[in-house]
């Protein structure tokens, strides 16, 4: 941002190189005020390969601004207040994401501060011209992990229909299908979400380099969004299908993954070759029309609204300091009494939940007239980070389980104790042939849920609110059989009904009210 057109006039390439020092100083504070966010997302480019291209993100979005070094330097700038509604915006939301341990929005809402300190302190003109540049860092925050089951749910339907298409038997349970040559699962690695995103992003890029036109750069867009989900369908379809036809010789160790990326790859390179038809780079860019001249621009003091910029920046990481080290309060240990007939027994499963960071935990088997239950219990007396009532490192079972499969889940309505009620059910198929049932629900205060958005948001206000952010997961699970789904349902509602007095008592010890 500091080369300048020789045309331009000296006092305004020293306004300039003022300004570019005081604005990379500004955004070296932000950065060191919320270094905890921005740490966690390079964690994530770090660990996993399907968001390891955050790391060009900044420096793509600085060469882009590079790029049109000449045009920016004839833009007026000036501190402009209403970057301060972005500011103050984009803070409240970091506060509650942080509160709420939501790490995504806490990094989408650390660029958006990022944004607003650009548009405070070199006005929206300045925004506007690099709207762009400014965008993209967006693309930094590693997001779409919630679309790996539905993208798992596409595969599996687009693969099992064309298997049934070519005239293929299949069976199917959940994404787990059987054809006579042998069985195959749909896993987290066959989502195609590295696939989605490598395309959204390079498409997203070449879309704004290669075309002027925002109808063409945005319908390309939307091709990179929709054609590697299709193509990740038929890589699947495809990687059965040879090994299929080759008696299960081929596909299935290292050339599983060569054949994907290998088709993937010339997907990908047919579509960029086809948007290349209609290419526009050799226009210049669409310039922002009504810019006053350079020499008009009325003079303010930056340095002031540098120092407003981090004044308002840092009242959110230091209000969050403030909760984080408030004390935990006294809790004994969680118990539970049996009411209604069930008795305490031993396990009758080797299956276990995974639920992290629980500051009391109960896990008991019970038996009635032949029902067996368990019930697993996970109480959480504030929200903080791996310490979470909604986190993603709760979850029934691991992605490939040794032992253990989840065939089937879903949220529906149940009834317990004459009220209808929404439970996550999972149906879990263990290796030696085991099934289990399993209801899930969260409770916070007197509110049951088990929509994962709305409780994150409740633990988030309460907390930032000062009030009490505990929450309580509750898991029951029973063994059935294929033609004993219904009677196993029956099972848990029963159980949910007679044992629900004692688990409120139970919170009750635990909580101190």
Request: glycine content about 8%; charged content about 15%; proline content about 5%.
């Amino acid at each position: 941002m500091s080369a300048l057109p020789e045309s331009l006039p000296v006092s305004a390439g020293g306004r300039w190189r003022v300004r570019s020092v005081i604005m990379a100083g500004v955004l070296a504070a932000l950065f060191t005020l919320f270094w905890p966010t921005f740490f966690s997302m390079a964690e994530i480019w770090e660990r996993s390969e399907t968001f390891a291209h955050g790391y060009i993100i900044f420096p793509i979005s600085l060469w882009l601004i590079w790029r049109q070094r000449d045009e920016l330097a004839q833009v007026p700038t000036r501190p402009d207040a209403r970057g301060l509604l972005l500011l103050v915006a984009a803070g409240a939301g970091w506060l509650l994401a942080d509160a709420g341990s939501v790490n995504v929005v806490a990094q989408y809402a650390f660029i958006a501060l990022l944004i607003g300190a650009v548009w405070t302190l070199l006005g929206w003109a300045f925004v506007w011209a690099a709207f762009f540049p400014l965008m993209f860092l967006f693309f930094a925050v590693p997001v779409g992990e919630f679309l790996i089951q539905p993208l798992m749910g596409v595969t599996a339907d687009f693969t099992v229909a064309m298997l049934q298409l070519t005239g293929i038997p299949v069976y199917r349970e959940g994404t787990f299908f059987s054809i006579p040559s042998g069985d195959w699962s749909v896993v987290e690695g066959c989502s195609g979400l590295r696939y989605l995103i490598a395309s959204v992003t390079l498409g997203v890029l070449y879309a704004y380099l290669t075309y002027r036109s925002w109808k063409r750069r945005l319908l390309f867009s939307i091709a990179a969004i929709i054609v590697p989900i299709f193509a990740n369908s038929g890589r699947a379809y495809m990687i059965v299908m040879i090994a299929h036809l080759s008696d299960m010789k081929l596909a299935l160790g290292v050339d599983h993954y060569i054949y994907g990326w290998a088709f993937f790859g010339l997907v990908m390179l047919l579509l960029f070759w086809v948007g290349g038809f209609w290419r526009e780079d050799g226009q210049p860019q669409t310039r922002m029309p009504g810019v006053a001249p350079l020499e008009a621009e009325p003079p303010r003091p930056l340095l002031p609204f540098a120092l407003l910029v981090l004044g308002v920046s840092g009242v959110w990481p230091g209000y969050a300091a403030w909760l984080n080290a408030r004390p935990l309060p006294a809790m004994p240990e969680m118990r539970v009494d049996a009411r209604g007939g069930w008795q305490a027994r031993e396990a009758f499963t080797s299956w276990a939940p995974h639920w992290v960071g629980a500051d009391r935990q109960f896990r008991e088997s019970y038996a009635q007239a032949g029902r067996r239950v368990m019930l697993e219990l996970n109480y959480y007396a504030t929200q903080r980070q791996d310490a979470e009532l909604i986190n993603s490192q709760n979850f029934m079972i691991r992605q490939k389980d040794e032992v253990w499969s989840n065939v089937g889940e879903r949220i529906l309505v149940v009834e317990i104790a004459g009220v209808s009620r929404a439970v996550r059910q999972a149906k879990l198929l263990g290796r030696d042939g085991q099934r289990l049932l399993v209801w899930q629900w969260n409770r916070i205060g007197e509110y049951g849920t088990v929509n994962d958005h709305v409780a994150k948001l409740m633990l988030a206000l309460d907390r930032v609110r000062m009030r009490r952010d505990d929450g309580l997961s509750v898991l029951i699970a029973t063994p059935y059989d294929e033609s004993g789904l219904d009677m196993a349902a029956a099972t848990l509602s029963r159980f949910a009904a007679d044992m629900e007095p004692a688990i409120i008592v139970a919170l009750d010890r635990v909580d101190g009210q």
